[in-house]
T-cell receptor
Framework: GEDVEQSLFLSVREGDSSVINCTYTDSSSTYLYWYKQEPGAGLQLLTY?????DMKQDQRLTVLLNKKDKHLSLRIADTQTGDSAIYFC???????????FGTGTRLLVSP | GAGVSQSPSNKVTEKGKDVELRCDPI?????LYWYRQSLGQGLEFLIYFQGNSAPDKSGLPSDRFSAERTGGSVSTLTIQRTQQEDSAVYLCASSQTVTNEKLFFGSGTQLSVL
């Protein structure tokens, strides 16, 4: 079955890099996503990666995918207090948006 | 509209009552999804609609849950005879098509069943 796992909590200091990790079990996953949820708000798509890619960079965000180990990570460079939020990893199969989400990682950025 | 709109933002109800949650997707988006976010849990898929096709109801947790989408736009999620375990944030999302990689989420309805 499908299962997506994340660590629950990460604390970093402002200016440091943050790395949020995710493991998934469904080898047929084609799209892997990172969503951000701020307090009282819905989820905001940050970035996504196709399973045939190893890395994707978008400004301060770097996504790394190890398909062999079914491991996905999100690196946030120069983390700011405004990055404090819950980050969800999600997977889906080709052409179908029934996303399977992880439990989310709460990122706390201290000044 | 500019984004996905959900109402009410908060709903408190008594156990055993029925509730209706509303979602207004982004104009022109043909795919609409309902997810549930329970405290300390990830997001749980409930149901999705794509155009005029039959909805995928595989995620609905029990027959007390149902959803409709009228005119290919607004959707209503109905929970009958609510139970305390139904307390959660119910999130709606839409995308241009079911194969579009970008989901846009609403802010959710916080449901509390007393």
């Amino acid at each position: 079955g499908e299962d997506v796992e994340q660590s629950l909590f990460l604390s970093v200091r402002e200016g440091d890099s943050s790395v949020i990790n995710c493991t998934y079990t469904d080898s047929s996953s084609t799209y892997l996503y990172w969503y951000k949820q701020e307090p009282g708000a819905g989820l905001q798509l940050l970035t996504y990666i196709f399973s045939n890619m190893d890395m994707k960079q978008d400004q301060r965000l770097t996504v790394l995918l190890n398909k062999k180990d079914k491991h996905l990570s999100l690196r946030i460079a120069d983390t700011q207090t405004g990055d404090s939020a819950i980050y969800f990893c999600a997977e889906s199969m080709t052409g179908f948006q029934k996303l399977v989400f992880g439990t989310g990682t709460r990122l706390l950025v201290s000044p | 509209g500019a984004g996905v709109s959900q109402s009410p933002s908060n709903k408190v109800t008594e156990k055993g009552k029925d509730v209706e949650l509303r979602c207004d997707p982004i104009s022109g988006h043909t795919a609409l999804y309902w997810y549930r976010q329970s405290l300390g849990q990830g997001l749980e898929f409930l149901i999705y609609f794509q155009g005029n096709s039959a909805p995928d109801k595989s995620g609905l947790p029990s027959d007390r849950f149902s959803a409709e989408r009228t005119g290919g736009s607004v959707s209503t999620l109905t929970i009958q005879r609510t139970q305390q375990e139904d307390s959660a944030v119910y999130l709606c999302a839409s995308s241009q098509t079911v194969t579009n990689e970008k989901l846009f989420f609403g802010s959710g309805t916080q449901l509390s069943v007393l």
